[in-house]
């Protein structure tokens, strides 16, 4: 029977990952399917971290993150938990040998969303680091499956994919954090007089990391490859739009690419994939 329950934590962390983000799923999906349930069972423990300091404005957030914090821990040295979602992270940790310092370093900036609004460059770049690289790190640790070499080789360029999805993020949700969390993310930036020029040099930044991510998704296992690539383009799609407009446009609507063009993105892929050509 705890084999059912394993089962019935990772349905929890794959239908999370499912419903909060069709973008991802799309792409894991694509992963081989030794993989799949490994980045879900991360996806949906981050996911849940972030709702916490999110979207959870009627409870006391900072008790709840505590909590789920030491529920998290608990977990880790008990291999089990009642929380399906830590369960779920449990396994995978355990299971790859996800180094703890990457959980905490998540802890930490994620703990931050509680009570900073503005970041300076050094602040920025820390959170950064453990709301988005250490993921990109967690993932390449499944992906790498104990080969240390290779996850040192290509732990530069998974943290550049993760610095580059969560600085497009930024970007994307710029009226949202600004208008509904009062955040500013980006250092110096004053939102109420955003320039052009000022997008560009933004936009500079995550074009570097972009450049820096590819050499490494090249290098990747081909279990992992052709997913990660497709996650990839989904992002990059979504950055090339996001810089084609004003920046007064990003302050008036949220950019999103349609079904239809995260379709074609999957179709473009797997024929670049099919002629070994990513």
Known sequence: MMQLFHQVSEICSRVTTERYSTSFSSAIRLLHQDLRQPIHNIYGFVRFADEIVDTFHDFDKQQLFQEFKKETY??????????PILHSFQLTVNQYHVDRHLIEAFFYSMELDLSRKVYDASGYQQYIYGSAEVVGLMCLQVFCDGDKNLYDKLKDPARSLGAAFQKVNFLRDV?????????????????????????????????????????????????????????????????????????????????????????MIVAKAGLRSQFNIL
Do not use: H, W
């Not at 608990?74 to 929380?83: D, F, Q, V």
């Not at 109420?192 to 998704?217: H, L, P, S, W």
């Open 175 to 263: 009226k949202a954090d600004y208008e509904g969390m009062d955040r500013v993310y980006f250092p110096d930036c004053d939102f109420r007089n955003f320039t052009n020029e000022e997008k560009r040099q933004i936009e500079a930044d995550i074009e570097a990391d972009f450049k820096d991510a590819y050499q490494g998704i090249i290098q990747l296992p081909m279990k992992a490859r052709f997913g990660v690539y497709v996650a990839y383009k989904y992002y990059l799609s979504l950055f090339k739009k996001i810089k084609r407009l004003e920046a007064r446009r990003i302050l008036e609507e949220r950019i999103r690419i349609p079904n239809y063009g995260k379709a």
């Open 74 to 83: 608990a977990a880790l040295e008990r291999g089990i938990s009642l929380n």
